[in-house]
């Protein structure tokens, strides 16, 4: 693992941006895995300054999104597809058949996993994932449990997530109770990945993903046994390692 710690989370999402944009340049036909939430703002951010500023196009690269709510309306205000659209793609020159979020409502949930696994597997895999991590250590909705997971699935979200998530909700009862997200195994198979966090809040989680033993009670643990990840800091998120 390469840990870099920055002052601000601008900085950090240049640096991120910069990593992103060396990928999109070195393949043709860019895959990127991407994810929700505070974490990845100021990367969009610098990515869509980029694409303005002519220095990086979309127009090649397909994208899979970790996760969605479950039972939400695609268009509400708080599913991932209206995050991702208000956050990334309705800025840049992406075309839309190559966007890919989880569908939050199938006919069949399980046909769903296995069809998303397959398109991320055709269109020759994951070639750099974005990651934020949870206050217990999920990465994706990979939540704390007793073994890691392994392709899209439909996941509980645990009583931590709800409390996380519930800031964008009107009421505690309104946090969709259930997730669709890929798997661990899915994560694992990306060829570069990136796990930015900052904050205070975050620093038991780092610190249990970088010192702590690989164990799926810390499901961002499994990244110690990936060859190519990059972990994105601030001082406060750092706060709590020991190097
Ligand atoms: P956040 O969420 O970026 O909103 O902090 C990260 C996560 O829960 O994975």
Redesign the pocket.
């Given at each position: 693992m390469e840990v870099k710690i920055f002052e601000t989370k601008e900085q950090m999402g240049i640096y991120a941006a910069d990593i992103i944009e060396n990928v999109m340049k070195s393949k043709e036909f860019p895959v990127l895995g991407l994810a929700t939430?505070?974490?990845p703002i100021t990367t969009y951010n610098e990515l869509i300054k980029r694409y303005k500023n002519g220095e990086i196009s979309f127009k090649n690269v397909k994208t899979y999104n970790l996760d969605e709510y479950v039972g939400l309306p695609k268009n509400d205000k708080n599913s991932y597809y209206t995050f991702m659209h208000e956050h990334l793609f309705d800025k840049v020159d992406i075309d839309s058949e190559n966007i890919h979020i989880p569908d939050g409502n199938p006919a069949d949930i399980e046909k769903f996993c296995r069809e998303y696994d397959r398109e991320i597997d055709d269109a020759g895999g994951i070639d750099i994932q974005f990651l934020?991590?949870?206050r217990n250590g999920?990465?994706g909705f990979n939540e704390p449990s007793d073994k890691f997971t392994e392709g899209t699935y439909k996941v509980k979200l645990t009583e931590s997530t709800i409390e996380?998530n519930k800031r964008f909700f009107e009421k505690e009862s309104d946090v969709p109770k259930y997730a669709v997200t890929m798997g661990i195994k899915n994560i694992m198979k990306a060829r570069e990945i990136i796990l930015m966090a900052y904050g205070f809040n975050k620093a038991e989680a780092v610190k249990n993903m970088i010192e702590g033993p690989v164990s799926p009670s810390c499901p961002a643990s499994i990244l110690q046994n990936h060859p190519n990840v990059h972990v994105i800091l601030d001082k406060d998120a750092s706060s709590l390692l020991k190097k």
């Amino acid at each position: 693992m390469e840990v870099k710690i920055f002052e601000t989370k601008e900085q950090m999402g240049i640096y991120a941006a910069d990593i992103i944009e060396n990928v999109m340049k070195s393949k043709e036909f860019p895959v990127l895995g991407l994810a929700t939430g505070d974490t990845p703002i100021t990367t969009y951010n610098e990515l869509i300054k980029r694409y303005k500023n002519g220095e990086i196009s979309f127009k090649n690269v397909k994208t899979y999104n970790l996760d969605e709510y479950v039972g939400l309306p695609k268009n509400d205000k708080n599913s991932y597809y209206t995050f991702m659209h208000e956050h990334l793609f309705d800025k840049v020159d992406i075309d839309s058949e190559n966007i890919h979020i989880p569908d939050g409502n199938p006919a069949d949930i399980e046909k769903f996993c296995r069809e998303y696994d397959r398109e991320i597997d055709d269109a020759g895999g994951i070639d750099i994932q974005f990651l934020g991590i949870g206050r217990n250590g999920h990465i994706g909705f990979n939540e704390p449990s007793d073994k890691f997971t392994e392709g899209t699935y439909k996941v509980k979200l645990t009583e931590s997530t709800i409390e996380a998530n519930k800031r964008f909700f009107e009421k505690e009862s309104d946090v969709p109770k259930y997730a669709v997200t890929m798997g661990i195994k899915n994560i694992m198979k990306a060829r570069e990945i990136i796990l930015m966090a900052y904050g205070f809040n975050k620093a038991e989680a780092v610190k249990n993903m970088i010192e702590g033993p690989v164990s799926p009670s810390c499901p961002a643990s499994i990244l110690q046994n990936h060859p190519n990840v990059h972990v994105i800091l601030d001082k406060d998120a750092s706060s709590l390692l020991k190097k």
